[in-house]
């Protein structure tokens, strides 16, 4: 069973920054793709971002610049950096992980973490 775990959501001030993470349970590069989600109360879960096995990265228009995917393979472990942040980006994050088996595409999401961006 396959497991992703969310860390380092929480309260912070619009500007500010954070940085979630996502621990898989097995090698982060057995996935093809891996990815941030959010869902806003009351809006359908979008992508945020998401990072290949070969590295190549994705940024929604509203958080490019301002968020960064990346993966530490030794840990096997998913971060998204978020910086000036804004009310906007208040909602529960993520962690996606797709793989491919015998042609047939499997998804895992983790639990999700709270990010509430308020003054």
């Known amino acids: 069973q396959v497991q992703l775990v969310e860390s380092g959501g929480g309260l912070v001030q619009p500007g500010g920054s954070l940085r979630l993470s996502c621990a898989t349970s097995?090698?982060?590069?057995?996935?093809?793709?891996m990815a941030w989600y959010r869902q806003a109360p009351g809006k359908v879960r979008e992508s945020v971002a998401s990072i290949t096995r070969l590295s190549s990265t994705y940024y929604t228009d509203s958080v490019k610049g301002r968020f960064t995917i990346s993966r530490d393979n030794a840990k096997n472990t998913l971060y998204l950096q978020m910086n000036s942040l804004t009310p906007e980006d208040t909602a529960v994050y993520f962690c996606?992980?797709?793989?491919?088996?015998?042609?047939?595409?499997?998804?895992?999401w983790g639990q999700g973490t709270q990010v509430t961006v308020s003054s």
């Open positions: 996606n992980g797709n793989t491919i088996v015998a042609g047939s595409g499997y998804d895992y």
């Open positions: 097995r090698s982060i590069l057995n996935f093809n793709v």
